[in-house]
């Protein structure tokens, strides 16, 4: 095999000697290695990169991304998490909890890789080569191929106490692949937080099934190493009357593309995807959302803001496929942006696919500056000027961080939010 024409040796390799050619994974990733031989790595120029340039992802060179003298691990606590710690893509048992809970396995992919059969077998790149049919994602793909470490979690009940995975970065120029896989069976539920910046470049994938009447919380918060350039995946697929929800929450990155592909299957299932973004400067912030109905009575909903400023830049790509079976769906999507200056852009590309003829589909993109006659209104009570734009930035992040249900989780992400227009501010 060769490469794509459109890839550059300035890329990352794509080699078959370095793929996994045994065990349970090993069918799935030589699959994955040859779709990626033949889409090649993301290049500027493919449609659905157009307005992110993923150069500084696919480079064989990782640039250096410095550290920040901020502890992040520790933002969850109030709630209780058993602890997953990984330091640069290595998992830190020592800085672990003790992950023997009831209705709750959880491995880890590099000690299952060497079994000849495993239930994950089922999954494993199984709805990232899914998600291939309708847009090309040559780095899932190559994840797929190549990861070698991550969580492999199966749920049986309800889990009263939620996950925590910390990704810690040590290395300025860490360049880490990781892949978590996670079954929900029938009725159990799991709520599942992630922080902290992981490293110098981040490819990762999540696979999510979620059976029959599961429910899925996911709370994602990337870290504060401002250098950081992230590509992040989530994959799933739900069953009959599953709830799924993930709310993702980014200050700082200098790049950072984040991925949503589900499938809804099952009959009255519900799928919330939404997020939160300031970005200051030298900031590109990019969702990209993909969201099949497939079933009688589904449920979606996509809730996106982003507040960009001193030439930050945001994208939201976002679309809704409604099947010709999946009658009575009900479709919401928003993007919104505000605009602190004159330099910075939002760029969004919304779209509805529709084959059913009894739904309730919307979806709406907007961009704008702040409310001067809000602003009036508040400083002319004595409030300044500065204050009262953090009020205003707080009130339009407001519908995105509502679609969080835990209470104490959601009061964490508007701490953080308040810290950092109070830091920014200051």
């Given at each position: 095999?060769?490469?794509?024409?459109?890839?550059?040796?300035?890329?990352?390799?794509?080699?078959?000697?370095?793929?996994?050619?045994?065990?349970?994974?090993?069918?799935?990733?030589?699959?994955?290695?040859?779709?990626?031989?033949?889409?090649?790595?993301?290049?500027?120029?493919?449609?659905?990169?157009?307005?992110?340039?993923?150069?500084?992802?696919?480079?064989?060179?990782?640039?250096?991304?410095?550290?920040?003298?901020?502890?992040?691990?520790?933002?969850?606590?109030?709630?209780?998490?058993?602890?997953?710690?990984?330091?640069?893509?290595?998992?830190?048992?020592?800085?672990?909890?003790?992950l023997d809970v009831s209705g709750l396995s959880v491995e880890r992919l590099s000690i299952i890789n060497k079994?000849?059969?495993?239930?994950?077998?089922?999954?494993?790149?199984?709805?990232?080569?899914?998600?291939?049919?309708?847009?090309?994602?040559?780095?899932?793909?190559?994840?797929?191929?190549?990861?070698?470490?991550?969580?492999?979690?199966?749920?049986?009940?309800?889990?009263?106490?939620?996950?925590?995975?910390?990704?810690?970065?040590?290395?300025?120029?860490?360049?880490?692949?990781?892949?978590?896989?996670?079954?929900?069976?029938?009725?159990?539920?799991?709520?599942?937080?992630?922080?902290?910046?992981?490293?110098?470049?981040?490819?990762?994938?999540?696979?999510?099934?979620?059976?029959?009447?599961?429910?899925?919380?996911?709370?994602?918060?990337?870290?504060?190493?401002?250098?950081?350039?992230?590509?992040?995946?989530?994959?799933?697929?739900?069953?009959?009357?599953?709830?799924?929800?993930?709310?993702?929450?980014?200050?700082?990155?200098?790049?950072?593309?984040?991925?949503?592909?589900?499938?809804?299957?099952?009959?009255?299932?519900?799928?919330?995807?939404?997020?939160?973004?300031?970005?200051?400067?030298?900031?590109?912030?990019?969702?990209?959302?993909?969201?099949?109905?497939?079933?009688?009575?589904?449920?979606s909903r996509q809730v996106f803001k982003k507040v960009l400023r001193n030439g930050a830049t945001g994208v939201?790509?976002?679309?809704?496929?409604?099947?010709?079976?999946?009658?009575?769906?009900?479709?919401?999507?928003?993007?919104?942006?505000?605009?602190?200056?004159?330099?910075?852009?939002?760029?969004?590309?919304?779209?509805?696919?529709?084959?059913?003829?009894?739904?309730?589909?919307?979806?709406?993109?907007?961009?704008?500056?702040?409310?001067?006659?809000?602003?009036?209104?508040?400083?002319?009570?004595?409030?300044?000027?500065?204050?009262?734009?953090?009020?205003?930035?707080?009130?339009?992040?407001?519908?995105?961080?509502?679609?969080?249900?835990?209470?104490?989780?959601?009061?964490?992400?508007?701490?953080?939010?308040?810290?950092?227009?109070?830091?920014?501010?200051?």
């Amino acid at each position: 095999m060769s490469f794509p024409e459109q890839n550059s040796a300035e890329n990352l390799e794509i080699k078959e000697s370095a793929l996994v050619t045994a065990g349970w994974s090993a069918e799935a990733r030589k699959d994955a290695f040859e779709r990626t031989m033949k889409s090649g790595l993301p290049t500027a120029r493919d449609e659905y990169w157009k307005y992110t340039n993923p150069k500084s992802l696919t480079s064989k060179i990782v640039e250096k991304a410095p550290l920040s003298k901020d502890k992040e691990g520790g933002m969850f606590t109030g709630a209780n998490p058993i602890k997953i710690v990984f330091v640069d893509g290595k998992f830190a048992p020592e800085k672990s909890d003790d992950l023997d809970v009831s209705g709750l396995s959880v491995e880890r992919l590099s000690i299952i890789n060497k079994l000849n059969l495993h239930w994950a077998k089922d999954l494993y790149g199984r709805y990232e080569k899914l998600s291939q049919v309708s847009v090309p994602r040559p780095l899932a793909a190559y994840n797929t191929a190549y990861a070698d470490e991550g969580v492999v979690i199966n749920v049986s009940e309800r889990i009263e106490r939620p996950i925590n995975i910390i990704y810690e970065h040590a290395d300025e120029y860490s360049d880490v692949i990781l892949r978590h896989i996670i079954k929900i069976d029938d009725n159990a539920e799991l709520t599942l937080l992630e922080n902290g910046p992981a490293a110098a470049r981040l490819n990762q994938v999540m696979e999510v099934k979620l059976s029959d009447g599961a429910k899925f919380n996911h709370i994602r918060v990337l870290g504060r190493d401002h250098e950081r350039r992230t590509a992040t995946h989530i994959f799933g697929e739900l069953g009959k009357e599953a709830k799924f929800k993930s709310f993702t929450l980014t200050v700082n990155g200098v790049l950072t593309r984040n991925e949503c592909f589900l499938n809804i299957n099952g009959d009255d299932a519900a799928a919330h995807i939404s997020g939160a973004c300031i970005g200051d400067g030298d900031f590109h912030h990019d969702d990209t959302v993909f969201i099949t109905h497939d079933a009688v009575g589904s449920e979606s909903r996509q809730v996106f803001k982003k507040v960009l400023r001193n030439g930050a830049t945001g994208v939201f790509q976002g679309k809704i496929l409604v099947k010709p079976n999946a009658q009575k769906t009900d479709g919401y999507q928003i993007s919104q942006s505000l605009l602190l200056d004159e330099d910075s852009q939002f760029l969004a590309k919304p779209e509805l696919e529709i084959y059913a003829d009894d739904v309730a589909c919307s979806h709406g993109s907007t961009s704008g500056a702040i409310d001067e006659e809000a602003l009036f209104y508040l400083t002319s009570r004595g409030i300044s000027k500065q204050i009262a734009i953090d009020m205003l930035t707080m009130a339009f992040l407001a519908e995105a961080v509502e679609e969080i249900e835990n209470i104490k989780l959601k009061q964490v992400i508007l701490d953080l939010l308040t810290n950092w227009l109070d830091r920014h501010s200051s």
